[in-house]
C-alpha cells in the first residue's frame, strides 16, 4: 500500500516538476520574442506603436465604421446628387495609410460645394472633413488637393474616394493583403466612374517595420497590377513618406523612401510629393507625424502641382 502511495507520488509529481521547468523557459522565451520585436518594430509592436499615433478618441468618436474602422456614417454630412462623369470630370482614388485618410488637424470643407463631392456606398455627399470611406474624424489634405484642381483649371468637378487606413503597412495592399480585396470590392461596387488618378499616401509603417527597397517596390507593383487587372487604368500619384513621430534612426535615404523613388517610371507612377522633405515640424501635429493644417495644404499642392502638369501633357 505505502508502494503504490509513493509510486502515486512520485507520477503526480513529475508533471509538476516539468510544468516549474517549462514555465519559466516560456517566460524568457517570451521575454526575447518582445525584446526582439520591439527593437525591430515588427508586428505587434509595429502595430501598438502606429496605434498610439492615430487618436483613437477621435477615430472611435461620433461615426460608425465597417471591419476596416472605415467610417462609414457620422452626423453633418450632406447628401446631394451625384454627378455624371465626363472629361471634365476628376474621379480621386485616396489610399495608404494615416496621412491618406482623416487624422490631420484641420477639418475642411470644399470651397466648391457643387463641384467637389465625397463618394461612398452608392452615394454622394459635399466634400468635407472627415471623408467616408477613409479612418478618423479628424481633416484630410484630400478636399484641399480636389479644390485646388478646380481652381487650376484641371477639372471642373471632382468625385472622391477616400480608402485610407491608418497603421497601415504595404504588404496590406500587396495583391495578397486583405486591404488588397477590401479596395477591389470596393472598386467593384462604384459602377457609374471611372477612376482618372490614383493618390497614394504611405510608407511610414514600413519605416518602422525596416522594409527594404526591393520589398517595396515589389509590393507596389503588386498593388499597381492588381488594380490594372481590375480595369483600374489612371496613373498613380505617390509620395516619399516615411516620417512619423521621433524616430532617433531616421533618415531621408532610409531603404523605404529609396523604394518609393525609384517607382517613379513618368509613365505611369510619379513622385507627386516628398513629404520626408517639404513638411517642417510645424506641419506636422504634436506627434511630429500627422499634418497641422499648414502641412494639410503643402501637401494638397504638391499633388495638385504634379496632376496638373499630367494632365496637361496627356
Not at 509595429?46 to 499615433?53: E, G, H, S, T, V
Not at 489634405?141 to 484641371?154: H, Q, R, S, V, Y
Not at 497590377?225 to 531616421?250: E, H, M, N, Y
Request: hydrophobic share 35%.
Amino acid at each position: 500500500m505505502t508502494e503504490a502511495r509513493e509510486s502515486n507520488n512520485g507520477a503526480s509529481r513529475a508533471p509538476r516538476t516539468l510544468t516549474y521547468i517549462l514555465i519559466p523557459i516560456l517566460l524568457f522565451t517570451a521575454y526575447l520574442f518582445g525584446a526582439y520585436s520591439y527593437h525591430r518594430t515588427i508586428f505587434p509592436i509595429d502595430l501598438l506603436r502606429n496605434l498610439k499615433k492615430i487618436n483613437l478618441s477621435a477615430a472611435l468618436g461620433n461615426g460608425q465604421y465597417d471591419n476596416f474602422g472605415r467610417l462609414t456614417a457620422i452626423n453633418g454630412k450632406s447628401e446631394t446628387a451625384c454627378p455624371t462623369q465626363s472629361s471634365d470630370t476628376g474621379v480621386l482614388l485616396a489610399i495608404g495609410q494615416s496621412n491618406s485618410a482623416n487624422h490631420a488637424d484641420k477639418k475642411v470643407a470644399t470651397r466648391f460645394p457643387s463641384q467637389v463631392f465625397n463618394y461612398y456606398d452608392g452615394k454622394c455627399y459635399v466634400a468635407s472633413s472627415p471623408l467616408l470611406g477613409a479612418t478618423g474624424e479628424e481633416g484630410e489634405f484630400i478636399t484641399p488637393l480636389a479644390d485646388k484642381l478646380i481652381e487650376n483649371g484641371t477639372y471642373k468637378q471632382i468625385v472622391i474616394i477616400s480608402s485610407g487606413i491608418g497603421a497601415t503597412p504595404i504588404s496590406r495592399w500587396q495583391a495578397d493583403g486583405d486591404l488588397n480585396q477590401m479596395l477591389l470590392d470596393t472598386l467593384a461596387s462604384i459602377k457609374k466612374y471611372k477612376i482618372t488618378d490614383v493618390i497614394w499616401h504611405q510608407g511610414e509603417s514600413d519605416f518602422g517595420n525596416s522594409t527594404s527597397a526591393k520589398v517595396y517596390e515589389k509590393s507596389f507593383h503588386s498593388l499597381k497590377d492588381s488594380l490594372r487587372s481590375s480595369a483600374i487604368s489612371a496613373p498613380f500619384f505617390i509620395a516619399v513618406a516615411t516620417k512619423c513621430g521621433k524616430q532617433a534612426t531616421w533618415k531621408g535615404d532610409n531603404p523605404t523612401a529609396l523604394g518609393q523613388k525609384k517607382l517613379e517610371d513618368n509613365r505611369e507612377i510619379f513622385v507627386a510629393a516628398n513629404t520626408d522633405e517639404i513638411l517642417e515640424n510645424v506641419d506636422r501635429r504634436s506627434d511630429l507625424c500627422h499634418f497641422s493644417e499648414t502641412g494639410q495644404i503643402k501637401t494638397a499642392n504638391a499633388y495638385a502641382d504634379a496632376i496638373q502638369k499630367y494632365r496637361k501633357s496627356h
